[in-house]
């Protein structure tokens, strides 16, 4: 559009009042000024999601924009921080107004949600990018890591799995019996919620986690590399929503265990906690409506085995989503 710049499409879109007492000096200088409170520690996450291979071409650009920032803020929920500051960076194959107001919109409205504050950022043109980078705050000692899991601690997950990864798929089917499925489904792809309240409360009782964005196999098994551990799953214990299970009625084609295993965007949290705490950490997810569901136990093994009713080893294709696969 002839006369718009960067700065233009900034000042248009993305300069939002100053919300957080915390911000000195947000959007429209060189650097962003902060007061980090006292005693508090900084959780830093940055997340880039890529038309096409993040989300679908066509999702509606308020979609885009809430997903940029659930995406981040899940991993603020897996240490069990409390959301502050974003910086957006965002690319553009053009500028089309009516989609940079409605993607402006979604992204305010998250911001507010969640208690966000915009700071800064960086616009430019290109393939259509989106980076948000968030910062939260965590009591120091606190947080929940990945490297924190031990042999004899237990395994839980929040929410349901594999709805995302069924999601994507009804995208491309247009005679499902009931689309009621097909609609719960990619909401949950494109509309996640991140854990946050749930998981700030949880570091009391849980020194573990790591949210599931590529898959429970292959996160799962970032949490027993950096803990030196091994763990066992039971496939049956793993939570399906009932979207998920009708649909495994109505159309066989699909992979139903891999998607529950392997596939990703689900955003929910598995967790690894002792065996000492698990009442109050149940405790604690029904006093806020989360469901919670114990789903394998951490061992000595030095290996993820995936086991069956009766016990016996379910063998996987593919562990999770990898950016850089070939066929």
Same mark, same amino acid.
């Given at each position: ?10 000042e248009?879109y993305?300069?939002y ?8 000096l ?6 962003a +000024? ?7 520690q ?8 890529? @038309?096409?291979v993040? &989300?679908?071409v066509?999702?509606?650009?308020e ?10 803020? @899940?991993?603020?929920?897996a ?12 690319t ?5 107004e009516?989609?940079l107001?409605?993607f402006?919109?979604? &992204?305010k409205? !998250?911001?507010?949600?969640?208690g966000?504050?915009?700071i800064g950022?960086d616009? !430019?043109?290109?393939?259509l990018?989106?980076?948000v980078?968030? !910062? ?7 947080a ?15 929410g ?5 990864a069924?999601?994507l798929?009804?995208?491309?089917v247009d ?17 996640p ?6 998981a ?12 599931? @964005?590529d898959?429970?196999?292959?996160? +799962?098994?970032h ?5 030196? *551990? ?5 496939y049956d214990?793993?939570?399906?929503s009932?979207e998920?299970?009708? *649909?495994?009625t109505y159309?066989k ?7 529950? +295993? ?6 929910? +949290?598995c967790?690894v ?13 029904? @006093?806020?409506g989360v469901?919670? !569901?114990?789903?394998g136990?951490v ?12 016990g016996?080893l ?7 989503y990898?950016? &850089?696969?070939?066929?």
């Amino acid at each position: 559009m002839p006369g718009t710049t960067e700065f233009s499409v900034i000042e248009k879109y993305f300069t939002y009042d100053v919300a957080r007492d915390d911000v000195v000096l947000g959007v429209g200088d060189d650097c962003a +000024l902060l007061s980090p409170p006292p005693g508090k520690q900084l959780a830093v996450t940055v997340d880039t999601l890529v @038309s096409g291979v993040h &989300f679908p071409v066509n999702t509606p650009a308020e979609e885009v924009a809430y997903k940029s920032l659930a995406v981040s803020l @899940s991993d603020l929920a897996a240490m069990g921080a409390e959301p502050a500051w974003a910086t957006l960076a965002l690319t553009l194959q053009d500028v089309n107004e009516q989609w940079l107001e409605k993607f402006s919109t979604g &992204f305010k409205e !998250t911001l507010n949600a969640y208690g966000l504050q915009l700071i800064g950022g960086d616009t !430019t043109q290109g393939p259509l990018t989106v980076t948000v980078q968030l !910062t939260g705050f965590v009591d120091a000692g606190k947080a929940m890591r990945r490297d924190a899991a031990k042999p004899g601690d237990r395994i839980y997950v929040t929410g349901t799995l594999g709805d995302a990864a069924l999601g994507l798929k009804l995208l491309a089917v247009d005679d499902l019996p009931d689309p009621a499925i097909s609609k719960a489904c990619i909401n949950k792809l494109n509309h996640p919620v991140p854990r946050v309240e749930f998981a700030q409360k949880a570091v009391e009782y849980c020194a573990c986690a790591i949210d599931i @964005s590529d898959g429970l196999m292959a996160d +799962l098994g970032h949490i027993l590399k950096a803990s030196a *551990c091994g763990a066992r799953l039971y496939y049956d214990q793993l939570p399906a929503s009932t979207e998920f299970r009708n *649909c495994a009625t109505y159309l066989k084609s699909f992979d139903y265990q891999q998607m529950i +295993l392997a596939g990703g965007d689900d955003y929910e +949290l598995c967790m690894v906690a002792s065996f000492e705490n698990e009442k109050a950490l149940f405790s604690l997810a029904e @006093s806020m409506g989360v469901l919670l !569901t114990h789903i394998g136990d951490v061992d000595a093994s030095g290996k993820l085995s995936v086991l069956d009713s009766h016990g016996e080893l379910i063998e996987l294709k593919q562990s999770g989503y990898e950016h &850089f696969a070939h066929e």
